[in-house]
């Protein structure tokens, strides 16, 4: 017998497809040289991830990292097919660690690329040119990994709906999933956390800090050239 039962958090669910579209955004920025929007994306990314990680320690049960970030016991349990509950599997769990940091990564790096012409990161002056151009050589080397993990991860909901008959992204967009009698979760007097108005407000003011503290760093423009120092042409 099967029961519905509430999963994903509407935080959970709105930072998880905004970041889809992030990174897509992102992509086609650079592929269109519109480095201006790409550096906002960026920033716009390093907040809504710094959200969820927050987010991961205050929010609902099961969009904290102690609910699905579990150990190589665990792991091999799920392998086996002997683990039963909600949220992420522990598999997957730490996928979703991996799809968070890969992009921080690609900000971070972004922060002090350059592109040889004429766009520099946020941070790119706090650096000398060679440790910049470093950094912009990890920053697309970062993006190459993530769409590993991408597929990846693709793979995994085609294989779970394929193989296992298990719907992964229909509870991703309406936060329900229906489970089997039984299942960890839906015993009597299960904990059940519930990230209040609180938690997210203080998610949302530390992501805006970050974001503010970024931008709080970058250096100030160079003053202009007096006009008496300019060759009279």
Do not use: C
Request: charged share 20%.
């Amino acid at each position: 017998m099967k029961s519905r039962v509430r999963v994903w958090d509407g935080a959970v669910r709105a930072s998880h497809w905004l970041l889809v579209l992030l990174i897509g955004a992102a992509y086609l920025t650079e592929e269109f040289d519109a480095m201006d929007w790409h550096q906002r994306i960026g920033l716009t990314v390093l907040g809504l991830i710094v959200f969820r990680l927050v987010w991961g320690l205050v929010g609902s049960r099961h969009a904290r990292f102690t609910d699905f970030l579990r150990g190589p016991a665990t792991v091999r349990a799920y392998l086996r097919g002997a683990w039963r509950g909600l949220g992420h599997n522990p598999l997957g769990g730490w996928s979703v660690l991996l799809l968070l940091l890969m992009p921080l990564g690609m900000v971070a790096t972004g922060l002090f690329a350059n592109d040889d012409v004429v766009f520099k990161g946020v941070l790119a002056d706090w650096v000398d040119k060679d440790v910049s151009d470093r950094l912009t050589g990890l920053h697309h080397l970062g993006f190459d990994l993530l769409l590993g993990l991408i597929a990846l991860h693709l793979g995994a909901i085609a294989y779970h709906r394929l193989f296992r008959g298990e719907h992964l992204v229909k509870p991703m967009l309406t936060g329900w999933k229906e489970i089997e009698a039984g299942t960890d979760d839906d015993a009597p007097g299960a904990e059940r956390y519930r990230g209040g108005p609180f938690a997210l407000i203080l998610a949302l003011t530390i992501a805006g800090l970050a974001v503010w503290g970024v931008l709080a760093m970058e250096p100030p423009p160079p003053p202009p050239i007096p006009a008496e120092s300019l060759p009279d042409w």
